[in-house]
């Protein structure tokens, strides 16, 4: 279902917060965002369900200082036997948007002139990161058949392996003995 995905261009998206209020407030001035959504997409390719998770903002002298903790599932396909998998990923992060280039971090956030901060392109970053390199449907998978290409963790094949190479025979007579 594409109509319900939130996309950055999306106002009314969670990851968008209107923090213009808190610049007004003197350093020390913290409050707590809900960010809550069943699906949404982090251009150009990360689709996220069941996202769920806070953003506490506080004003400091040098910008404002988010604090984010973050839940939501990922599909991903099994390296072994391609299978679709359900993935939990977590993330936590602490960035600062500065007021002034003086204060800015090496993540180069700028606080907008708009007042409204999108946590799209951070939050992007930090579940990439999140995102196990080698995904397994289970930790003691199969895989598929090298020869017929079926999945091992469903099927047991009944053909003999494939020969191999003839000039690798001597090599295999060794291992045999």
């Given at each position: 279902m594409l109509f319900d995905i939130l996309t950055?261009?999306?106002?009314?998206?969670?990851?968008?917060l209107n923090v213009g209020f808190i610049v007004a407030q003197s350093a020390g001035f913290s409050r707590e965002f809900p960010l809550e959504a069943?699906?949404?997409?982090?251009?150009?390719?990360?689709?996220?369900?069941?996202?769920?998770?806070?953003?506490?903002?506080?004003?400091?002298?040098?910008?404002?200082?988010?604090?984010?903790?973050?839940?939501?599932?990922?599909?991903?396909?099994?390296?072994?036997?391609?299978?679709?998998?359900?993935?939990?990923?977590?993330?936590?992060?602490?960035?600062?948007?500065?007021?002034?280039?003086?204060?800015?971090?090496?993540?180069?956030?700028?606080?907008?002139?708009t007042g409204i901060i999108d946590l799209t392109p951070v939050l992007r970053e930090y579940m990439l990161l999140e995102i196990p390199f080698n995904p397994?449907?289970?930790?003691?998978?199969?895989?598929?058949?090298?020869?017929?290409?079926?999945?091992q963790n469903e099927t047991t094949c009944q053909h003999e392996d494939e020969p191999g190479d003839p000039r690798l025979a001597a090599l295999k007579d060794l291992l045999d003995h």
């Open positions: 950055v261009s999306d106002p009314l998206s969670p990851l968008r069943p699906r949404i997409l982090l251009p150009p390719d990360l689709a996220l369900t069941d996202v769920s998770g806070t953003a506490l903002i506080n004003r400091t002298n040098q910008g404002i200082l988010i604090q984010v903790n973050l839940h939501a599932v990922i599909e991903l396909e099994c390296v072994r036997c391609l299978n679709l998998v359900v993935q939990p990923l977590q993330t936590h992060f602490t960035e600062l948007y500065a007021f002034s280039r003086r204060y800015v971090t090496e993540a180069g956030l700028m606080m907008p002139e397994l449907c289970r930790p003691d998978c199969k895989g598929l058949c090298p020869v017929c290409g079926a999945n």
